[in-house]
T-cell receptor, first 112, second 115 residues
């Protein structure tokens, strides 16, 4: 069973701090990785995708990928209360199926 | 990225009945994906729907319970059949992004409550 694992949290950070969210995956052949944000009662919203080892930055978000360690992370700089949500890590399955396998999600709470 | 219209947004259904959920995409897509999100849980893939062929179901999901139609490249339906309270979940459809943008987009979801 190909799995994606995340710490369910909650991860509580003060406003303005850096939030660090982590994810590990079991499928060594996976090539595409995604971070989604899901507010309560809403559908998941794509915030970052990453395909190569290293860092990818987009505004306050930085995704980090280490394929050797099978590890993906998301950093949120200058965290805001509006960032409070569940963050889902997703890995595209290998084998040509194109489906995404999701982790359980990490709940982030940013307090003023 | 693609825009998906999903309906109904929510419904309350009697056990033993069926509900059909529709997803309409504003562009042609090869694959559409149907997910279930049970209360407080993450997303679990139900099946992948390709136009012109039978849907591919994940382990634990069967066609008799979750029949899927995919009549063209912009539309799909998922039916939840013979419902029980355990089927109370959010159901979401998803498509892969356009060429050059491989992010997956989700519909707004259908919140189903079975009583």
């Amino acid at each position: 069973q190909k799995e994606v694992e995340q710490n369910s949290g909650p991860l509580s950070v003060p406003e303005g701090a850096i939030a660090s969210l982590n994810c590990t995956y079991s499928d060594r052949v996976s090539q595409s990785f995604f971070w989604y944000r899901q507010y309560s009662g809403k559908s998941p919203e794509l915030i970052m995708s990453i395909y190569s080892n290293g860092d990818k930055e987009d505004g306050r978000f930085t995704a980090q990928l280490n394929k050797a360690s099978q590890y993906v992370s998301l950093l949120i700089r200058d965290s805001q209360p509006s960032d409070s949500a569940t963050y889902l890590c997703a890995v595209k399955a290998s084998g040509g199926y194109n489906k995404l396998i999701f982790g359980a999600g990490t709940r982030l709470a940013v307090h003023p | 990225s693609a825009v998906i219209s999903q309906k109904p947004s929510r419904d309350i259904c009697q056990r033993g009945t069926s509900l059909t959920i529709q997803c309409q995409v504003d562009s042609q897509v090869t694959m559409m994906f149907w997910y279930r999100q049970q209360p407080g849980q993450s997303l679990t893939l139900i099946a992948t729907a390709n136009q012109g062929s039978e849907a591919t179901y994940e382990s634990g999901f069967v066609i008799d319970k979750f029949p899927i139609s995919r009549p063209n490249l912009t539309f799909s339906t998922l039916t939840v059949s013979n419902m029980s309270p355990e089927d109370s979940s959010i159901y979401l459809c998803s498509v892969q992004g356009d060429r050059g943008n491989y992010g997956y987009t989700f519909g707004s979801g259908t919140r189903l409550t079975v009583v």
